[in-house]
Every structure is written in C-alpha cells, then in structure tokens.
C-alpha cells in the first residue's frame, strides 16, 4: 500500500466514524481495506516430503 493510499484509507475512516462518508467513499474505503488485508500467497519450491524418512523438510 503506497504512503497516498494509506493517507486516503485513514481519511475515509475518520469518515466511516463520524458517519460523514458517502455511498461512494465508503465503496472505496471497504476496496481499499480489501488489498490491504489481501492475503499473501505463500510459494514452496522443492520437494517438501523426503520419501525415504516421510519427513516434511524446511
């Protein structure tokens, strides 16, 4: 999240609270609170088991 969106989402909260957003900033707020919750995908490279122990390797 850039420094500009991050500002903007602390905005529309400040909003959100006094309930002085519109339909149109709350829209945004909830988008932006999304890619900032997005998850992060995790990614495995090699082999995870070793066959001959039926161990999960790091």
Request: proline letters at 2%; one cysteine or more; a negative charge.
């Amino acid at each position: 999240m850039s420094k500009d969106e991050f500002e903007r989402i602390n905005l529309l909260s400040e909003k959100a609270l006094h309930q002085t957003a519109t339909s149109l900033e709350m829209e945004e707020y909830h988008q932006l609170l999304r890619q900032c919750n997005a998850p992060y995908k995790v990614k495995f490279s090699g082999n995870l088991i070793d066959k001959d122990k039926d161990d999960v390797l790091n």
